[in-house]
């Protein structure tokens, strides 16, 4: 156990967010009870500006240097993959944690265990691995089912990770299971073991969703957002992902959030950005049609994406065939509108 100056640590590179008001606290807390639970680090090469970096404790560090006092401090070896991996690791264990946090500390470790699952199989890529050695059956393919629930097709990651078109919200979840198999395969992950860690396949598809196309294309905007009620909505997040085929939306609503603190969903950003339709307010109960329409849109908007994919199929079986072209119609207005953003956004 060592005793650290504060500012000789680097703590530039450390995975998460900062918030002022938790240094202040551990300040106090700190300053009467002294530091129960040291933070770990590093040593930098020589030719480093301080010798020390940090790997976990952030906000322990930055309260003993508002309180004037040194830092507990347990020296760790690895290189930075494995160090990442061990911050994550402790962070992850934490209860408190917002989705927005979670959602880093699963990419840390998502990404350090596809790191290591390189080294062991000399540096190949997932898919060449997964070639190799015939990637578990069990955590990487997946079946495509008709509505009625037969099987369809089977298709593995690797094929799904050729794909050409390929939406944020699908590459998430494809990243999601290629990182389960990597957990299994270099750390020998049951399914318990992963699901006790809250790292199950589909957790692992929630927070690389809601890193992949929230946190990391606007880590800009992130000091301004983590106080945000709809930071601290998991589901709010995950409806605000499924507007990331136009990356320029997901940072407006972003900053339309940052704009409006007292907004308490992610549906006043998407109706005022016009990205979705409002569902009324305090008017008189919706009847007839408009009743069966607002129940239609808000069971779709629940479905996932797959789910969405196979109702498509039930809606063009159940439409009057003297409606089909008017569904035609509205569906190309919509894919044209998307094309239209998406061009915009590439070209800002």
Known sequence: MLELDPATIDTSGRVGLFFPEKAEAYSVLIARDGQRTPITVRRNGSRAKVPWTLVAGLHRHAGCALAGLSVRALVVDGDEDELKSVQAGENLERRDLSPLERSMFVAAVADAAKARLRKLHDGKSQQQIAAEIGASERSVKMTERSNEGAEIRSVTVTERMGKVQFTPVEKADAEAEGADEALRSTYRWSDATAAACGMGVESLKRSLRIFRIIVEPNRDLMDGFKNHPVASNASA????????NVPANVRAVLEWLIANPAATTADEALVALELMPSRGGTGAPATGDTKFLNGLQSNLQRLSLNGQRRAAEVIAQSITPSALV?????????????????SKGEKA
Not at 237 to 244: D, P, Q, T, V
Not at 326 to 341: F, G, K, L, M, T
Request: hydrophobic share 55%.
């Open 326 to 342: 008017a569904v035609r119609d509205a569906i190309s207005a919509r894919i044209a509108a998307i094309d239209s953003e998406q």
């Open 237 to 244: 997040l995950l409806a605000i992902c499924a507007k990331g």
